[in-house]
């Protein structure tokens, strides 16, 4: 079992920066692989980034790329999520993700590859 419990969000400006947290308890976190996804109101889940175990593999949606990074330390157990220029749209609720995989350089873009759950963390981002 994998308890995520994210921490960071809030209120910012456009042009700002957050940085999310997802703190993850057990000792399998080293082997699981880690994603970030959000969520609108009245929109479908949307993948953010995602990580693999070794830290080797990082994929990113098409909306944040190249304005959010993600990364993890394995020794605290937690992954992180850098946004800059954020900008209205970002205006969501986050959530972690993780699953326990085999393959150290595995990290997974759809929702249904991810067995454990946040509950979630509300970005706002004003205009």
């Known amino acids: 079992q994998v308890q995520l419990v994210e921490s960071g969000g809030g209120l910012v400006q456009a042009g700002g920066s957050l940085r999310l947290s997802c703190a993850a308890s057990?000792?399998?976190?080293?082997?699981?692989?880690m994603g970030w996804f959000r969520q609108a109101p009245g929109k479908e889940r949307e993948f953010v980034a995602a990580?693999?175990?070794?830290?080797?593999?990082?994929y990113y949606g098409d909306s944040v790329k190249d304005r959010f990074t993600i990364s993890r330390d394995n020794a605290k157990n937690t992954v992180y999520l850098q946004m800059n220029s954020l900008k209205p749209e970002d205006t969501a609720v986050y959530y972690c993700?993780?699953?326990?995989?085999?393959?150290?350089?595995?990290?997974?873009?759809?929702?249904?590859?991810?067995?454990?759950w946040g509950q979630g963390t509300q970005v706002t981002v004003s205009s």
């Open positions: 993700a993780a699953v326990m995989v085999s393959y150290s350089d595995y990290a997974g873009r759809l929702a249904h590859e991810y067995d454990y």
């Open positions: 990580i693999s175990w070794s830290g080797g593999t990082l």
């Open positions: 057990g000792r399998t976190f080293s082997r699981c692989a």
